[in-house]
């Protein structure tokens, strides 16, 4: 049965403009113009370009669907990703994975859907003065988006890979619940972080951008949104520069977009990197501060059975047997998942040099990989991020580790390795630049209790980024109300993860869809 391809249906009929093959400077007009095609941008373009606002959205990355995904890595991570995957924090010690193309960071992502944490929400109204967003506010905005991307727990069995949380967890008495995915039909083909060749992920790129052109929507692809022009409390047009193919480089053309409403959905650095840009009103310099990941470390082990953790369902299995039990601020805490691990990804994660690289890639087909998601923010000593923009306008973010965090990073270790001991493995390997694999719990636990932790030594990464433009009522301590409307700009709103005051403690789709539905919808009462 042929797949469907909805961008390639509907190109024919659509109002799109590529940055990149323009001959000449353009202007543009709409009632409300919305930077970034992710899960905040396109999930309010769909609600308003159906509440019969014209919405124009504005992409910096390619336009690519699903006869482009050939599950590729070496395509897929220069396409598809932020700086062609080598994002990463100032120091260049921990990798970011961010989208850059039309459908955002969704197209890539591994399909995991959660709900915001109680204990995140409740805290986020506790000390960070934010109102209307309990569980209880928030309930019929994540039933709408559930239906909306047919998001329920994965119903097949999972993966190998996944397997071993399920099975560790299980004998040693930990809990472990099975993850909500957003796909229909899905073909468990396993990579979904190089774009859907089936288009079964419901990401951005087959339901909310589709219905958004279908409405009227319009869609500038291949275009930074460089800078916003104020004056007198408003955004007055923001300023595109039009990318090359390959979003390298500006090529010279210029787009301006006027609109009645501006709404940044960038993400959690792009987002704040416009505002510094454009000089946005700060006065209480909060912009760009309290930047969070859920900071990754990771650790494999070798099993006598076949893993294959390049096949099926990435994300099936987690544990969040660590994350809540010290309390809301106590120890900092972290949930337990697997990434995929394809080859090239494989050669990164799990080191070595020479003879050493080659036998560990050899042993692929029977690695399995986990990762610990850090909950960054909660407590005071906690790592946190700035965005900041280098000499050429643009944005890196400085994240600066602490004790606290490191505390962190050693325990998930022990957690991953007694885990992965517990479901079989005859050999953990803690990925870190000084570790090699051990053979019995005892000889882990002593390795890892004597690994110097530090940059560059411990392996880490991130493919969640919240916060840079925390929503509040206070304008001391936040960006944006807590309907994300700037403080400062009254025609300016934020509908992403940059929002969050915190990390979440979940992988955070699910949250940005559901608050951005909301936010995007009492918008369009509101204009």
């Known amino acids: 049965m042929p797949v469907i391809d909805p961008i390639a249906e509907g190109l024919a009929r ?18 409300i113009a919305i930077v970034g095609s992710g899960a905040g941008g396109a999930t309010s373009a769909e609600i308003l370009s159906a509440a019969g606002f014209k919405v124009l959205l504005i992409e910096e990355g390619p336009l690519r669907s699903s006869r482009d995904f050939d599950m590729q890595e070496s395509r897929a991570y220069a396409s598809l990703y932020q700086e062609g995957i080598g994002r990463t924090s100032k120091d260049g010690a921990i990798t970011i994975l961010q989208g850059r193309a039309v459908g955002g960071s969704p197209l890539v992502n591994w399909t995991s859907s959660f709900r915001t944490p109680v204990p995140t929400l409740e805290h986020w109204a506790r000390e960070h003065a934010v109102a209307g967003h309990d569980e209880a506010d928030l309930a019929p905005w994540f039933e709408r988006i559930e239906q909306r991307l047919g998001i329920e727990p994965w119903a097949m069995a999972p993966n190998a890979n996944n397997q071993v949380i399920r099975d560790g967890c299980a004998r040693l008495g930990y809990s472990w619940a099975v993850i909500p995915r957003n796909v229909r039909g899905c073909w468990n083909l396993g990579y979904c972080g190089m774009g859907c060749p089936t288009n079964a992920k419901q990401s951005m790129l087959v339901t909310s951008i589709p219905a958004t052109l279908e409405n009227g929507g319009e869609l500038l692809y291949l275009a930074r949104a460089e800078r916003l022009e104020i004056a007198n409390g408003r955004v007055t047009e923001l300023q595109c ?23 940044l959905a960038g993400g959690g650095i792009n987002t704040p990197a416009i505002l510094l840009r454009s000089e946005a009103p700060d006065p209480h310099q909060r912009l760009g501060k309290r930047t969070f990941l859920h900071l990754v470390n990771f650790s494999a082990a070798q099993f006598d059975e076949v893993i294959n953790p390049f096949y099926g369902a990435p994300q099936s299995i987690y544990s969040d047997q660590f994350q809540w039990n010290d309390g809301i601020c106590g120890r900092m805490s972290y949930k337990l998942e ?8 494989a050669a990164t994660l799990l080191g070595g040099f020479g003879a050493e690289s080659a036998l560990r890639m050899e042993q692929l087909p029977h690695t399995n990989a986990m990762l610990a998601l850090m909950r960054d923010g909660f407590h005071p000593d906690s790592a946190e991020g700035r965005v900041q923009l280098r000499g050429d306008g643009t944005p890196v973010l400085d994240y600066r580790m602490t004790a606290y965090t490191w505390d962190g990073i050693r325990r998930a270790y022990h957690s991953m390795a007694e885990i992965q001991f517990a479901a079989g ?3 953990v390997l803690p990925l870190h630049s000084d570790a090699d694999y051990v053979k019995t719990p005892a000889a882990a636990r002593r390795m890892i209790d004597t690994l110097s932790l530090e940059l560059y030594r411990a392996r880490l990464g991130s493919a969640h980024v919240m916060g840079g433009c925390a929503m509040g009522e206070d304008p001391r301590g936040a960006v944006v109300d807590s309907l994300g409307r700037h403080h400062q700009l009254k025609n300016l709103s934020i509908h992403d993860g940059s929002l969050f005051p915190t990390s979440i403690g979940a992988n955070p789709q699910l949250s940005i869809y559901a608050l951005a539905a909301k936010l995007a919808s009492l918008l369009a009462e509101r204009l």
Do not use: F, Q
């Not at 659509?14 to 009632?31: F, P, Q, V």
């Not at 520069?241 to 709404?263: E, F, Q, T």
């Open 14 to 31: 659509w109002t799109t403009y590529d940055g990149s093959r323009l001959d000449r400077d353009i202007s543009l007009e709409a009632d």
């Open 241 to 263: 520069l039009g990318m090359d193919s390959r979003c390298v480089a500006p090529n010279g053309r210029k787009i301006r977009v006027r609109a009645r409403h501006y709404i």
């Open 338 to 345: 697997v990434p995929p691990i394809h080859p090239a990804l």
């Open 425 to 427: 493995a005859r050999a």
